[in-house]
């Protein structure tokens, strides 16, 4: 099985192109830092940077909702590849080939983050239970909304 789950923030927008031919085909190519999981004593946080490509609506999809900081969930599958350079160099590749992509953040963090512009609306985020320490969220008192479910 090759599955390949990431979350980071994009390093730059986007870039996209498409494909030639009588239906092109929306091609995103895009790098996303993903922090490590440890650290050792006394050093920074290091991150892997880690190059991506997404196809068809997926591309769209980055294309128009995804900008550089961004923080986004991308799973595929990695994929490897070889071309030879303009040099005559044979350059070996290795990219996760993104078969679905969500945001990772509401729109309200993201825009404190890039100082609050935007116009973006503080969304509503809901509180681990700290009391229970189940992991589940609690409900706030207010929310009127029926839940979708018996």
Do not use: W
């Not at 790098?31 to 609506?57: H, M, N, P």
């Not at 128009?64 to 044979?90: A, E, L």
Request: charged share 30%.
């Amino acid at each position: 099985m090759n599955k390949a789950i990431l979350i980071g923030r994009l390093t730059r927008d986007p870039e996209v192109r498409y494909s030639q031919g009588e239906s092109a085909t929306a091609i995103a190519r895009f790098t996303i830092a993903v922090d490590r999981r440890f650290k050792r004593a006394g050093e920074t946080q290091e991150a892997d940077f880690i190059g991506c490509v997404a196809f068809g609506k997926q591309a769209e999809f980055v294309e128009k909702y995804f900008k550089q900081g961004m923080k986004m969930v991308v799973s595929g599958r990695i994929q490897t590849g070889s071309y030879t350079n303009k040099d005559g160099v044979k350059v070996y590749t290795t990219d996760v080939v993104a078969e679905d992509i969500e945001f990772a953040e509401s729109k309200g963090a993201n825009s404190e983050m890039s100082g609050g512009q935007g116009g973006f609306h503080k969304e509503f985020k809901p509180e681990p239970s700290s009391a229970m320490g189940d992991g589940f969220m609690n409900i706030p008192d207010g929310i009127d909304e029926e839940l979708p479910f018996n």
